[in-house]
């Protein structure tokens, strides 16, 4: 506190001593004073407040700090692992197909080897983000779920409509289009289908996305052909035997176009407006309150009352805003009041937390609270924005009545030259709007273009990785339906995950005996598949001999015949014949060239 002394620079050195110790001594006497007349805190409930604030202030009004990610961080394996460990389990038990051997670990991140592409597929069109990476299963289930709500979704409608003996046709074409070999057999009761038939299914499912992303790939390409004819129609050559521009060339062209169009806008905004304020003065001159000679103070006049008339307006429309605002500002503090003490509640105890929290939002009362908040909320909103578009009006009578101040009239004008100014004026700023628009369209065009070229590669991209994911799905299918994949049983949700791991730990096994046995000739060449499953990183020589024994009868079977179908099949057709809808269909397709 700052203290003002007369004569303090006539006293002496101890003089001036002794006043700065009175007046630290009257100041303790001060606060003495004070804190015995105050009331006792509470030292626990001083702290208790004080963490609330924080508590508050970090989870309403700023992000809080996190440390830097970091993957070797003992909490960050564990949290990976146990998401990873869960999902693969989940997806085993729902007859999914787990795209590497979970025994791998994470070591197979740092050399992903034959798993490559796969995992460039699970992580980039999914959306990985740097703490997710390895959560490549935790994805797969994710999109194995959605392929059984479309399952489910599928039989609802085609059943209930009498048609699935449709969707069972659409499914025989899709894989013919492909080139895709395999008996389909798909059931009403998806329960009740084999494996293989649940897995080709799925393979339909990704042959429709990929139908999809190929589309894209198209359009885009057409796209591309039409705004580059528009472009050269209006007279520019940019772009000329460019296909296609990557991230880095896309972004920096884009923020320069944008830069370009950010100007020529402005430049036909002011047009717009100066067009706007000629039309205004055109429109007072034909007035009828003016004559046949307009005096310089008529003409003004007319303007400012517009200005009066604006101001009117705009100070009813800031009362009815502010007003807006206060009724609204009892329900804003309350929501915020419950975001603060729902926080609390979740910290305290999280499950419970969360159960009371839902319990109150289904209350009546907090859910007519929570419509009177949003009710009030879009009235403020509108009351704002009609202020806001008031004092823009007043901008712009305050210029209509600036211009009239500065015409160069003299005292009185004929009415005549009067409206003859104001039509060129008008003539005038349509010229310069047109002219502003020009280059505007032309910047539009460019950044069309650019928008195209640089959707191209990341679409050709996306169809690209699909394609590896379809792939690898193909390879499944065969090891399914020659016999080399887990004991299926009909209907088989119920296998065991041991029996799961069992056969992952034998597939080399069977692919090195396989592939070392000549093919048999059986009235017509067969052809041996050849690609090696992407399931088998395991040595051969680790293996057991019987694991190998068990699967040797198995392997003189067709691809196209496994034991349990044709099982199925045999007992469908000894059973009495029954309704369209309810048998199973069945259809063997060629095998010409996957992908070709």
């Given at each position: 506190m700052d203290v003002k002394i007369k004569g303090w620079f006539k006293l002496t050195s101890g003089q001036r001593d002794q006043c700065i110790a009175k007046l630290r001594t009257r100041d303790l006497v001060r606060q003495r004073d004070e804190v015995s007349q105050s009331k006792a805190v509470d030292a626990s409930e001083l702290e208790d407040r004080l963490i609330r604030i924080e508590r508050s202030r970090s989870r309403s009004w700023r992000t809080p700090s996190l440390p830097p990610y970091n993957p070797n961080d003992p909490e960050e394996v564990g949290k990976d692992s146990r998401v990873e460990r869960e999902a693969h389990e989940e997806l085993l038990g729902d007859n999914g197909r787990p795209c590497y051997p979970i025994e791998l670990g994470f070591e197979v991140f740092n050399n992903p080897g034959q798993y490559k592409d796969l995992f460039e597929y699970w992580n980039g069109e999914c959306g990985a983000g740097e703490d997710t990476k390895r959560w490549v299963f935790f994805r797969q289930l994710k999109r194995w779920k959605s392929f059984r709500q479309f399952q489910q979704r599928n039989r609802r409608y085609f059943v209930f409509h009498n048609r699935f003996p449709k969707f069972q046709q659409q499914v025989l074409e899709r894989r013919r289009r492909h080139g895709l070999n395999g008996d389909v057999q798909l059931l009403e009761e998806q329960d009740k289908q084999s494996k293989l038939d649940d897995w080709m299914e799925y393979q339909d499912y990704e042959l429709r996305t990929y139908k999809r992303l190929q589309k894209d790939f198209k359009e885009a390409q057409e796209r591309l052909a039409s705004r580059r004819k528009a472009l050269a129609e209006a007279g520019i050559s940019a772009f000329e035997g460019v296909q296609e521009l990557e991230f880095a060339s896309e972004y920096s062209l884009t923020i320069e176009c944008n830069k370009e169009r950010a100007r020529v806008e402005k430049k036909e905004e002011l047009a717009e407006r100066k067009l706007r304020l000629a039309e205004k003065r055109l429109k007072a001159a034909g007035s009828d309150d003016l004559g046949e000679s307009v005096e310089r103070a008529t003409w003004m006049r007319l303007f400012l009352k517009e200005v009066e008339s604006a101001q009117i307006r705009m100070d009813e429309l800031q009362r009815l805003a502010g007003d807006a605002k206060c009724e609204l500002e009892p329900y804003n503090r309350w929501f915020h009041g419950k975001q603060i003490e729902w926080g609390d509640k979740e910290l305290e105890d999280p499950e419970e937390g969360a159960r009371m929290i839902r319990l109150e939002c289904e209350s009546t009362e907090h859910q007519n609270r929570m419509k009177k908040l949003a009710e009030l909320g879009k009235k403020n909103h509108e009351?704002?924005?009609?202020?806001?578009?008031?004092?823009?009006?007043?901008?712009?009578?305050?210029?209509?009545?600036?211009?009239?101040?500065?015409?160069?009239?003299?005292?009185?004008?004929?009415?005549?030259?009067?409206?003859?100014?104001?039509?060129?004026?008008?003539?005038?700023?349509?010229?310069?709007?047109?002219?502003?628009?020009?280059?505007?369209?032309?910047?539009?065009l460019k950044g069309a273009v650019i928008s195209v070229l640089g959707s191209i590669p990341l679409t050709r991209g996306k169809v690209k990785r699909h394609q590896v994911l379809l792939e690898w799905i193909e390879q499944q299918r065969q090891e399914i339906a020659g016999g080399r994949a887990d004991i299926e049983t009909e209907g088989g949700r119920g296998q065991s995950n041991e029996a799961s791991s069992r056969v992952l730990r034998n597939l080399p096994t069977v692919e090195a005996s396989r592939l070392n046995k000549p093919p048999k000739v059986n009235g017509r060449k067969r052809k041996q598949s050849m690609a090696r499953s992407i399931l088998s990183p395991v040595d051969p020589a680790k293996v057991?001999?019987?694991?190998?024994?068990?699967?040797?009868?198995?392997?003189?079977?067709?691809?196209?015949?496994?034991?349990?179908?044709?099982?199925?099949?045999?007992?469908?057709?000894?059973?009495?014949?029954?309704?369209?809808?309810?048998?199973?269909?069945m259809v063997k397709v060629g095998c010409p060239p996957l992908y070709a």
């Amino acid at each position: 506190m700052d203290v003002k002394i007369k004569g303090w620079f006539k006293l002496t050195s101890g003089q001036r001593d002794q006043c700065i110790a009175k007046l630290r001594t009257r100041d303790l006497v001060r606060q003495r004073d004070e804190v015995s007349q105050s009331k006792a805190v509470d030292a626990s409930e001083l702290e208790d407040r004080l963490i609330r604030i924080e508590r508050s202030r970090s989870r309403s009004w700023r992000t809080p700090s996190l440390p830097p990610y970091n993957p070797n961080d003992p909490e960050e394996v564990g949290k990976d692992s146990r998401v990873e460990r869960e999902a693969h389990e989940e997806l085993l038990g729902d007859n999914g197909r787990p795209c590497y051997p979970i025994e791998l670990g994470f070591e197979v991140f740092n050399n992903p080897g034959q798993y490559k592409d796969l995992f460039e597929y699970w992580n980039g069109e999914c959306g990985a983000g740097e703490d997710t990476k390895r959560w490549v299963f935790f994805r797969q289930l994710k999109r194995w779920k959605s392929f059984r709500q479309f399952q489910q979704r599928n039989r609802r409608y085609f059943v209930f409509h009498n048609r699935f003996p449709k969707f069972q046709q659409q499914v025989l074409e899709r894989r013919r289009r492909h080139g895709l070999n395999g008996d389909v057999q798909l059931l009403e009761e998806q329960d009740k289908q084999s494996k293989l038939d649940d897995w080709m299914e799925y393979q339909d499912y990704e042959l429709r996305t990929y139908k999809r992303l190929q589309k894209d790939f198209k359009e885009a390409q057409e796209r591309l052909a039409s705004r580059r004819k528009a472009l050269a129609e209006a007279g520019i050559s940019a772009f000329e035997g460019v296909q296609e521009l990557e991230f880095a060339s896309e972004y920096s062209l884009t923020i320069e176009c944008n830069k370009e169009r950010a100007r020529v806008e402005k430049k036909e905004e002011l047009a717009e407006r100066k067009l706007r304020l000629a039309e205004k003065r055109l429109k007072a001159a034909g007035s009828d309150d003016l004559g046949e000679s307009v005096e310089r103070a008529t003409w003004m006049r007319l303007f400012l009352k517009e200005v009066e008339s604006a101001q009117i307006r705009m100070d009813e429309l800031q009362r009815l805003a502010g007003d807006a605002k206060c009724e609204l500002e009892p329900y804003n503090r309350w929501f915020h009041g419950k975001q603060i003490e729902w926080g609390d509640k979740e910290l305290e105890d999280p499950e419970e937390g969360a159960r009371m929290i839902r319990l109150e939002c289904e209350s009546t009362e907090h859910q007519n609270r929570m419509k009177k908040l949003a009710e009030l909320g879009k009235k403020n909103h509108e009351a704002g924005m009609a202020h806001f578009m008031a004092e823009e009006e007043v901008e712009f009578a305050e210029e209509g009545y600036d211009a009239a101040r500065l015409d160069n009239l003299g005292e009185t004008v004929e009415r005549a030259a009067l409206l003859k100014m104001a039509q060129g004026e008008v003539r005038s700023a349509q010229t310069q709007v047109e002219e502003a628009k020009e280059p505007l369209e032309k910047i539009k065009l460019k950044g069309a273009v650019i928008s195209v070229l640089g959707s191209i590669p990341l679409t050709r991209g996306k169809v690209k990785r699909h394609q590896v994911l379809l792939e690898w799905i193909e390879q499944q299918r065969q090891e399914i339906a020659g016999g080399r994949a887990d004991i299926e049983t009909e209907g088989g949700r119920g296998q065991s995950n041991e029996a799961s791991s069992r056969v992952l730990r034998n597939l080399p096994t069977v692919e090195a005996s396989r592939l070392n046995k000549p093919p048999k000739v059986n009235g017509r060449k067969r052809k041996q598949s050849m690609a090696r499953s992407i399931l088998s990183p395991v040595d051969p020589a680790k293996v057991s001999e019987a694991s190998s024994k068990r699967r040797s009868s198995r392997q003189k079977l067709s691809v196209l015949c496994d034991p349990p179908q044709a099982a199925e099949k045999m007992t469908i057709d000894s059973t009495a014949p029954k309704s369209r809808s309810k048998q199973a269909f069945m259809v063997k397709v060629g095998c010409p060239p996957l992908y070709a």
